[in-house]
């Protein structure tokens, strides 16, 4: 369904054209309803064109095989081989690993359940509390129960059930990105990035299946054989996020120095292309609105579903971090076809955060972190639910309507042209 029409067009061939359109319509005539056909097509409206809801979902539907591909287990690794092959099929083949070692903070098991404040383990009851949620937002209305389920016997399909049961061992661990070389600066990059990992004895379709899966449809696209960008993009598949964002800090960690720099001298390659910023997609379906008064919350996605980009107003890049949030909102009036797009200030509890105070960072969601999903928006979130038989068409139409706005903003952001 699609309920805007963009004919996509570039300025300068148009001038001639708009001149001539208002002309007929001083003269009482309408406009011409279709482009002449030396007009340039809009690279980005074709781009966007190529992002397809059935794709869309079968690559969530790939990454369900494994489970809720909780870290340091062999399904989260097979995951992570399995994300790589994609990503490789599609023509990033420039593959590569970050490694790092996980051992959970004493007392808290293997990281089950409870997060460390940074990450999304923080289970919230309903009720009783004052207004602040997480990351500095408010809380109003009703809320619904949050929390992580830890219960192997509330997954009824026994299969899932069976497939989740290898527990977490601390260790070595590993997560995947690939990278798009920019024609003319190489030695510039976007990050963008989803957690592969999940937990709660489901699938983590939605989390973070639905963002991990969004990223990959645009590297897909982004590798069609005619398509350049001048700036170079870097699909980031982060672990361990559920345990405290460990996988993204350990990118920050190991690879924040090596900006800009070519490697060897002369030779125009850039390892770690200079960030020029870091937009996350985590949760990106299930837009139900408030719960009822009984912490329920409608089975429908409601009519008013959107898109919402948050940024973090206390991160020391909070002002870049805005305006491309701005850029993204205006990408998604443009080219999205469903479902609107808002922005907030209170950015929290996803990778996004290593980022936020080196550069602009945003993160992409179905609902606001903090006062919506926070407030048990999403009755899925960290439960046996959570799997793809759960969402609808229309749930993952609003994944689609994100992953159109991230590269509606990043074809503009590195210069996409596609070779006629
Ligand atoms: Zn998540």
């Given at each position: 369904?699609?309920?805007?029409?963009?004919?996509?067009?570039?300025?300068?061939?148009?001038?001639g054209?708009?001149?001539?359109g208002?002309?007929?319509?001083?003269?009482?005539?309408?406009?011409?309803?279709?482009?002449?056909?030396?007009?340039?097509?809009?690279?980005?409206?074709?781009?966007?064109?190529?992002?397809?809801?059935?794709?869309?979902?079968?690559?969530?539907?790939?990454?369900?095989?494994?489970?809720?591909?909780?870290?340091?287990?062999?399904?989260?690794?097979?995951?992570?081989?399995?994300?790589?092959?994609?990503?490789?099929?599609?023509?990033?083949?420039?593959?590569?690993?970050?490694?790092?070692?996980?051992?959970p903070?004493?007392?808290?098991?293997?990281?089950?359940?409870?997060?460390?404040?940074?990450?999304?383990?923080?289970?919230?009851?309903?009720?009783?509390?004052?207004?602040?949620?997480q990351?500095?937002?408010?809380?109003?209305?009703?809320?619904?129960?949050?929390?992580?389920?830890?219960?192997?016997?509330?997954?009824?399909?026994?299969?899932?059930?069976?497939?989740?049961?290898?527990?977490?061992?601390?260790?070595?661990?590993?997560?995947?990105?690939?990278?798009?070389?920019?024609?003319?600066?190489?030695?510039?990059?976007?990050?963008?990035?989803?957690?592969?990992?999940?937990?709660?004895?489901?699938?983590?379709?939605?989390?973070?299946?639905?963002?991990?899966?969004?990223?990959?449809?645009?590297?897909?696209?982004?590798?069609?054989?005619?398509?350049?960008?001048?700036?170079?993009?870097?699909?980031?598949?982060?672990?361990?996020?559920?345990?405290?964002?460990?996988?993204?800090?350990?990118?920050?960690?190991?690879?924040?120095?090596?900006?800009g720099?070519?490697?060897?001298?002369?030779?125009?390659?850039?390892?770690?292309?200079?960030?020029?910023?870091?937009?996350?997609?985590?949760?990106?379906?299930?837009?139900h609105?408030?719960?009822?008064?009984?912490?329920?919350?409608?089975?429908?996605?409601?009519?008013?579903?959107?898109?919402?980009?948050?940024?973090?107003?206390?991160?020391?890049?909070?002002?870049?971090?805005?305006?491309?949030?701005?850029?993204?909102?205006?990408?998604?009036?443009?080219?999205?076809?469903?479902?609107?797009?808002?922005?907030?200030?209170?950015?929290?509890?996803?990778?996004?955060?290593?980022?936020?105070?080196?550069?602009?960072?945003?993160?992409l969601?179905?609902?606001?972190r903090?006062?919506?999903?926070?407030?048990g928006?999403?009755?899925?979130?960290?439960?046996?639910?959570?799997?793809?038989?759960?969402?609808?068409?229309?749930?993952?139409?609003?994944?689609?309507n994100?992953?159109?706005?991230?590269?509606?903003?990043?074809?503009?952001?590195?210069?996409?042209?596609?070779?006629?």
């Open positions: 369904m699609r309920s805007k029409s963009v004919t996509g067009t570039r300025g300068v061939v148009w001038a054209v708009l001149a001539a208002i002309a007929a319509t001083v003269h009482g005539q309408q406009p011409a309803a279709t482009p002449p056909p030396d007009a340039s097509p809009d690279p980005v409206k074709i781009l966007v064109d190529r992002l397809d809801l059935e794709k869309f979902k079968a690559t969530i539907k790939g990454l369900t095989q494994f489970g809720d591909r909780r870290q340091g287990t062999d399904r989260n690794r097979a995951a992570i081989d399995w994300i790589e092959t994609q990503l490789k099929s599609y023509g990033c083949t420039n593959t590569e690993r970050i490694k790092y070692d996980y051992q903070a004493a007392g808290r098991g293997t990281g089950t359940a409870r997060g460390t404040g940074a990450g999304e383990g923080r289970g919230q009851r309903g009720g009783g509390r004052g207004r602040a949620g990351g500095g937002s408010a809380i109003f209305g009703n809320r619904g129960r949050t929390g992580v389920n830890n219960d192997p016997n509330l997954q009824p399909d026994v299969k899932l059930r069976e497939l989740n049961t290898q527990p977490s061992a601390p260790g070595p661990r590993e997560q995947v990105y690939c990278t798009k070389i920019g024609t003319t600066r190489p030695d510039e990059m976007y990050i963008i990035g989803a957690h592969m990992d999940g937990h709660g004895w489901g699938e983590a379709a939605n989390d973070d299946g639905s963002g991990t899966a969004l990223v990959m449809e645009i590297a897909r696209v982004l590798h069609s054989a005619d398509v350049q960008t001048e700036r170079s993009i870097r699909f980031a598949l982060w672990n361990n996020e559920e345990t405290g964002l460990n996988g993204a800090r350990a990118y920050v960690e190991q690879r924040k120095d090596l900006q720099k070519e490697d060897p001298p002369g030779s125009r390659r850039y390892p770690e292309p200079k960030w020029l910023g870091m937009i996350q997609h985590d949760m990106m379906m299930f837009d609105g408030m719960p009822g008064p009984d912490g329920k919350v409608s089975p429908e996605q409601r009519a008013e579903a959107d898109v919402n980009i948050e940024f973090q107003s206390t991160a020391k890049m909070a002002e870049g971090a805005q305006k491309l949030a701005w850029l993204f909102k205006a990408a998604n009036e443009k080219y999205a076809t469903d479902y609107p797009a808002a922005v907030g200030p209170h950015m929290t509890n996803t990778d996004s955060v290593p980022f936020m105070d080196l550069i602009p960072a945003i993160s969601r179905e609902n606001e903090g006062a919506h999903i926070g407030a928006w999403d009755p899925h979130w960290h439960q046996p639910t959570d799997v793809y038989a759960t969402f609808s068409d229309k749930d993952f139409r609003l994944g689609l994100a992953a159109q706005t991230t590269l509606a903003a990043l074809a503009q952001l590195t210069g996409a042209t596609i070779k006629q």
